[in-house]
Every structure is written in C-alpha cells, then in structure tokens.
Nanobody
Framework: VQLQASGGGLVQLGGSLRLSCAAS????????MYWVRQAPGKERDFVAA????????EYADSVKGRFTISRNNAWNSVYLQMSSLQPEDTAVYYC???????????????WGQGTLVTVSS
C-alpha cells in the first residue's frame, strides 16, 4: 500500500494551493479518503473526507468554505483544493484511507508520507 502526497509548498496569505495524493496497492474505490494535517507541535487533525464514489464529503469547521476535497477513482487519486489560506493552515498534510467515515484519525488504515504547506503572512 502506498499513498503519495504532493503539491505542498510556500504560499502567501490568502493564496491557493492544490494537493494531490496518488494511491496504489489497494482497491481505492472501496475506501473513504481523508486529508489530515499536523501543525508544528500539535496533534494530527482531521481536515476533509470524501466517500467511496465522491458523493459525500465532510470538512472540519476550520476549513469549510475554503477547502474542497475531490477524487478520481479512475486515476486512484484524491485532491484537496485549498483557498483563502491562512497562517494557521501551515502544517504537514497527509492523505489517509479507511473503509468508512470516521473523524477519529487514529482509526485510519493507510497513511501517506505527508506534504508541507507553509502560509506566509
């Protein structure tokens, strides 16, 4: 199983960034996909989730209206479009997978290596 996140970088306050995560080694369409972030010195926090076929999505309150999660099952990929970025969005962003919807990040089955997003003010 492999989850390869990419697209992180340095962005200015109010800017946008699109993260991608390429999955392999498991039946991608059978899993909810998640984005989770970990800011320096803090625990991992749920950011967004998308259902098996992309019909349902869930977001943390802190990112609602600014972030959009999507997926392409033909390409085994999940994306996170981030806009109106704030300094508090600075974190390492991870993609993860689980069979069902759950906001508890400790229960996710598969994890990627993370990509760093830094928002400068």
């Amino acid at each position: 199983v492999q989850l390869q996140a990419s697209g992180g970088g340095l962005v200015q306050l109010g800017g946008s960034l699109r993260l991608s995560c390429a999955a392999s080694g498991f039946t991608f369409s059978n899993y909810w996909m998640y984005w989770v972030r970990q800011a320096p010195g803090k625990e991992r926090d749920f950011v967004a989730a998308i259902s098996w076929r992309g019909y349902s999505a869930e977001y943390a309150d802190s990112v609602k209206g600014r972030f959009t999660i999507s997926r392409n099952n033909a390409w085994n990929s999940v994306y996170l479009q981030m806009s109106s970025l704030q300094p508090e969005d600075t974190a390492v962003y991870y993609c993860a997978a689980s069979h069902i919807w759950m906001p508890d990040t400790s229960e996710y089955l598969f994890w990627g290596q993370g990509t760093l997003v830094t928002v400068s003010s």
